[in-house]
């Protein structure tokens, strides 16, 4: 515990150290998820971890909420080791951090009306008792993400996909956390919801100063949403920087592949993406790994090194990192640093 608090940073509110998550499957089959992740958030901060599906960003989020048990690593929240089992964690740490599911519908009971959803965190979490006090505290929750307080005695499966969602994040905002996981929260919202759910999140992380874990496979909506921009390729980090250096200066062919096939309408977007990069083939099987460099087998620019050795992150320019073989730049020590 003391290397941690030596050099704690007391704005720094997650502090990831070489998370790896493996799973075993029959016939000796292991599928490498996550494979030595460093990520630190900052009080306040959002932080966007992009990548396409099976990239290991909702592995993570697990790992850090407590559904998974990390194989290795170090998860640091608040300054205090998490630990790996979620029941021996202290009550306080679990309500300090909350988590926000992709499919609204499927993370509330549907039997019971939204106030009956929300009663459960706020006896929990707020220490209340008295029915009339966690009435009031459920209105009150059901006020501040935006929706009227007749929907504390609607059915989930009675108002629109928006509403549950915006429901779910009242629900995470009852035990008055730190941090909130957002894992693909607006995905599966139509267009018009979707910018609703995301200006609430933004004026409720004004408010009460919230850290956003954000996982998404959508960057245009990171470019006025994050704070930091990750993004993720087989359970690897590719490259790391603030979001206007990201989408200024993307340096990893990857996140270049994934920043030229966002879709665009106008010709001012059009200037904004890199040199266009044709998407090629489809992400390996975390269970049948590349050899060395896991993106090498879609890469245009790909070297004989990056077939046989994997790349060590560098810092190309001051809070930028990129894992390339290509990239020029500072080696960094991702076993003692945290990027």
Do not use: W
């Not at 799973?23 to 292991?30: A, D, I, L, Q, R």
């Not at 359970?235 to 990857?254: D, K, N, Q, V």
Request: overall charge neutral; glycine content about 8%.
């Amino acid at each position: 515990m003391e290397k941690h608090v030596e050099n704690q940073d007391q704005d720094i509110v997650l502090d990831i150290k070489n998370l790896k998550k493996y799973f075993y499957m029959p016939k000796g089959v292991v599928v490498h998820a996550v494979e030595g992740v460093n990520l630190q958030l900052k009080r306040g901060e959002t932080l966007g971890l992009v990548g396409e599906s099976g990239s290991g960003k909702s592995t993570i989020a697990y790992d850090v909420i407590g559904m998974y048990k990390p194989t290795s690593g170090e998860i640091i929240f608040n300054g205090e080791p998490l630990h790996p089992d979620i029941h021996k964690r202290p009550l306080k740490q679990k309500g300090d951090m909350q988590i926000v599911f992709q499919d609204p519908g499927s993370s509330m009971n549907p039997r019971a009306t939204i106030e009956t959803n929300l009663a459960f965190p706020i006896k929990r979490h707020g220490g209340l008792k008295d029915r009339q006090a966690i009435h009031e505290r459920a209105l009150e929750l059901l006020r501040f993400v935006g929706l009227p307080e007749e929907y504390a005695q609607k059915y989930p499966r009675s108002i629109g996909g928006g509403e549950r969602q915006l429901a779910c994040i009242a629900r995470a905002l009852a035990s008055n956390p730190k941090l909130i996981i957002l894992d693909e929260p607006t995905s599966a919202l139509d267009v018009s919801i979707q910018a609703k759910v995301i200006r609430q999140l933004i004026d409720l992380q004004k408010e009460l100063n919230l850290s956003y874990l954000f996982i998404t496979h959508d960057l245009s909506l990171m470019r006025n949403l994050a704070t930091k921009v990750a993004i993720l390729y087989l359970g690897r980090l590719c490259e790391i920087a603030e979001t206007a250096e990201f989408y200024s200066t993307p340096m990893h062919p990857y996140t270049q592949m994934l920043l030229s096939s966002i879709p665009v309408v106008t010709e001012e977007e059009e200037n904004l993406r890199p040199v266009k990069l044709e998407s090629r083939g489809e992400i390996p099987n975390p269970a049948n790994m590349p050899t060395g460099c896991g993106f090498h087998t879609r890469c245009s620019r790909c070297m004989e090194i990056c077939k046989t050795q994997h790349p060590q992150m560098k810092e190309v320019s001051p809070g930028h990192f990129v894992c390339c073989h290509a990239i020029e730049g500072k080696p960094v020590d991702t076993e003692a640093a945290v990027l």
